[in-house]
């Protein structure tokens, strides 16, 4: 069974700390990786891909680590805007659909 | 419209009501994507067309999850005799072109059901 996994949270974290959390995927045929943002009762949107050599997207820094099958997102200098659920999106090789396959994600709450 | 659109936003359905949900995806997108989503889950593929072609539906849960996209555009989700465990937001994504390993799919707001 392909698996992406997440630790749920939530990572409650004051205001302008770093934080990072982890995803892993059991499928090492994967393909392409990404971070989705979605806030509560709202749709998913695409935050960033993930590549192999690691990106940088402003205060977002995103990590794949193929060796051990995980990516990773961190997050500098947290605004409360930032508080929401970022789900760990893989897509793997061959996977038909086209689609996707999303982690349960994790919630993160930024405190004032 | 500029984005998906998803309608109804809000469904509440008596438990053995037939509901139908529908999806009109970004103008041109060839590719189209249902998900449930249950509270405190992340999305479960359903199903996918290209165009019209419903390629893969193995993600539907059961022979009561029906759908078709008969003009290549507008798609609709209907689910027979409902369940309390049906209860989710269905969400609908659309994406252009197919294949490649990056592109961007583009959610709509999706439908809430409860079933009751």
């Known amino acids: 069974r392909k698996e992406v996994e997440q630790d749920p949270g939530p990572f409650n974290v004051p205001e302008g700390a770093t934080v990072a959390f982890n995803c892993t995927y059991s499928?090492?045929?994967?393909?392409?990786f990404f971070w989705y943002r979605q806030d509560c009762r709202k749709e998913p949107k695409l935050l960033m891909s993930v590549y192999s050599s690691g990106n940088e997207d402003g205060r977002f820094t995103a990590q794949l680590n193929r060796a051990s099958q995980y990516i990773s997102l961190l997050i500098r200098d947290s605004k409360l805007s930032d508080s929401a659920t970022y789900l760990c999106?893989?897509?793997?090789?061959?996977?038909?659909?086209?689609?996707?396959?999303f982690g349960k994600g994790t919630h993160l709450i930024i405190q004032p | 419209g500029a984005g998906v659109s998803q309608s109804p936003r809000y469904k509440v359905a008596k438990r053995g009501q037939d509901v139908a949900l529908r999806c009109d995806p970004i103008s041109g997108h060839v590719s189209l994507f249902w998900y449930q989503q249950a509270l405190g889950q992340g999305p479960e593929f359903l199903t996918y067309?290209?165009?019209?072609?419903?390629?893969?539906k193995s993600g539907l849960p059961s022979d009561r999850f029906f759908a078709e996209r008969p003009e290549g555009s507008v798609s609709t989700l209907k689910i027979q005799r409902t369940q309390q465990e049906d209860s989710a937001v269905y969400l609908c994504?659309?994406?252009?072109?197919?294949?490649?390993?990056?592109?961007?799919?583009?959610f709509g707001e999706g439908s809430w059901l409860t079933v009751v």
């Open positions: 994504a659309s994406s252009f072109p197919t294949g490649g390993t990056g592109n961007t799919i583009y």
């Open positions: 999106v893989v897509k793997w090789v061959g996977g038909g659909a086209d689609g996707l396959t």
């Open positions: 067309f290209q165009n019209e072609a419903q390629l893969d």
């Open positions: 499928n090492s045929a994967s393909q392409s």
